[in-house]
């Protein structure tokens, strides 16, 4: 099955930028979309960023404009690219990839990383 690693966390003063990097193993980049997802002491998990398999991605309103995510097919990284912090952005950070149901179809159900804190102080 799929594992994602995460790194690139860390803290950062609100105006400064970070790069989340998500590294899978013994899964295949390109076939399913692939996400950030982020959660604060006390609150839901909420999804950041998606990337498509065409190319297209979304962003939470509260991160648009700020945050890039992107992947690398060759390197099975998907990226966070997090720019102009602020201090509501501080959470755990989390990569998710789909599963695959029958080899091919892409469910619901996800792998996720370990997760990795971003601390945003003013």
């Known amino acids: 099955q799929g594992q994602l690693v995460e790194s690139g966390g860390g803290s950062v003063q609100a105006g400064g930028s970070l790069r989340l990097s998500c590294v899978a193993s013994?899964?295949?980049?390109?076939?399913?979309?692939m996400g950030w997802y982020r959660q604060a002491p006390g609150k839901e998990r909420e999804l950041v960023s998606t990337i498509n398999i065409d190319g297209t991605t979304t962003y939470a309103d509260s991160v648009k404009g700020r945050f890039t995510i992107s992947q690398d097919n060759a390197k099975n990284t998907l990226y966070l690219q997090m720019n102009s912090l602020k201090t509501e952005d501080t959470a755990v950070y989390y990569c998710?990839?789909?599963?695959?149901?029958?080899?091919?179809?892409?469910?619901?159900?996800?792998?996720w990383g370990q997760g990795t804190q971003v601390t945003v102080s003013s």
């Open positions: 013994g899964y295949i980049f390109g076939a399913c979309g």
């Open positions: 998710a990839a789909p599963k695959r149901a029958m080899g091919w179809v892409c469910t619901e159900d996800k792998y």
